[in-house]
């Protein structure tokens, strides 16, 4: 049986997953825009507000802690449609008026180009382990993992994933079960023995032997929390492409705790 090591230990009920740790209110709005192939500059603003604020519904009964700032562009999205949507007076002069979404729009670009540099970094590091691994076996050793095309999934194409999940769920033939209570760490552990079972595992596949929403969505923050303590990886070949889960070697520098805060600190000390 895989064992979670001696000082993992779980505060679950004091603790909310940190949606910080994977993205913020910019990348979601980044995501919309490139799961509907739109020109950012003419966000459909109507459609964007709709499939946000559904997000942070689906967020919030997680129990994932939902920083101010993701409530802050819930009410900036839900301002610039109402500005969009009023018919503006025929005499104001057309001159003057601005595109509500013209500062959105702005601060998407600037968020835009740094997440692009920071991933050309990434890319050209990638880039420079995979020629190593290309000129001989030993240096091949050396160089450890091979290059991946494959990219890692972003939250927010987890959480679509995970509405997959609860709409299928509800299709099933309903049969009624005592509803099993399974503390987070228990299905962090048997999660890690059902992927040492196998090379790679689709996400939707880790979720057949759930039988009511509870064990749906605790099986999701326990594959959250693997992700953060560095357990597993998810990865994808495209935005649309099926989500695959790897388990992966524990690194050194990975979290040890459930209560550990940002700066290495246990939580469940102060």
């Given at each position: 049986?895989?064992?979670?090591?001696?000082?993992?230990?779980?505060?679950?009920?004091?603790?909310?997953?940190?949606?910080?740790?994977?993205?913020?209110?910019?990348?979601?709005?980044?995501?919309?825009?490139?799961?509907?192939?739109?020109?950012?500059?003419?966000?459909?603003?109507?459609?964007?507000?709709?499939?946000?604020?559904?997000?942070?519904?689906?967020?919030?009964?997680?129990?994932?802690?939902?920083?101010?700032?993701?409530?802050?562009?819930?009410?900036?999205?839900?301002?610039?449609?109402?500005?969009?949507?009023?018919?503006?007076?025929?005499?104001?002069?057309?001159?003057?008026?601005?595109?509500?979404?013209?500062?959105?729009?702005?601060?998407?670009?600037?968020?835009?180009?740094?997440?692009?540099?920071?991933?050309?970094?990434?890319?050209?590091?990638?880039?420079?382990?995979?020629?190593?691994?290309?000129?001989?076996?030993?240096?091949?050793?050396?160089?450890?993992?091979?290059?991946?095309?494959?990219?890692?999934?972003?939250?927010?194409?987890?959480?679509?994933?995970?509405?997959?999940?609860?709409?299928?769920?509800?299709?099933?033939?309903?049969?009624?079960?005592?509803?099993?209570?399974?503390?987070?760490?228990?299905?962090?552990?048997?999660?890690?023995?059902?992927?040492?079972?196998?090379?790679?595992?689709?996400?939707?596949?880790?979720?057949?032997?759930?039988?009511?929403?509870?064990?749906?969505?605790?099986?999701?923050?326990a594959l959250l929390e693997m992700i953060r303590?560095?357990?597993?990886?998810?990865?994808?070949?495209?935005?649309?492409?099926?989500?695959?889960?790897?388990?992966?070697?524990?690194?050194?520098?990975?979290?040890?705790?459930?209560?550990?805060?940002?700066?290495?600190?246990?939580?469940?000390?102060?």
């Amino acid at each position: 049986m895989i064992e979670i090591p001696s000082d993992f230990d779980s505060i679950l009920p004091e603790y909310p997953v940190k949606v910080a740790t994977f993205e913020g209110p910019l990348d979601l709005l980044l995501h919309l825009i490139r799961k509907h192939e739109v020109d950012i500059y003419e966000i459909p603003i109507v459609l964007v507000t709709k499939q946000y604020l559904e997000y942070l519904d689906l967020m919030q009964e997680l129990d994932l802690d939902v920083a101010g700032e993701f409530l802050v562009m819930a009410a900036t999205l839900i301002h610039i449609k109402a500005r969009m949507l009023v018919p503006r007076l025929e005499q104001e002069d057309e001159a003057v008026g601005e595109d509500p979404r013209a500062e959105l729009v702005s601060r998407l670009l600037e968020h835009q180009k740094f997440k692009a540099a920071a991933e050309l970094l990434h890319d050209r590091e990638t880039l420079r382990s995979a020629q190593w691994t290309r000129a001989d076996e030993r240096l091949s050793e050396l160089a450890g993992e091979p290059f991946e095309r494959d990219i890692e999934v972003d939250l927010f194409s987890l959480l679509k994933a995970f509405q997959t999940v609860l709409v299928r769920s509800r299709e099933r033939p309903t049969v009624t079960l005592p509803e099993k209570n399974v503390p987070l760490e228990m299905r962090i552990e048997q999660l890690l023995e059902r992927l040492s079972e196998t090379e790679v595992c689709g996400f939707e596949d880790l979720f057949t032997d759930a039988s009511s929403r509870r064990e749906l969505i605790t099986t999701f923050l326990a594959l959250l929390e693997m992700i953060r303590l560095k357990l597993i990886r998810v990865l994808q070949s495209g935005l649309f492409s099926p989500i695959l889960v790897y388990k992966q070697a524990r690194s050194v520098d990975a979290p040890t705790s459930m209560g550990d805060d940002k700066d290495g600190n246990d939580r469940s000390e102060t």
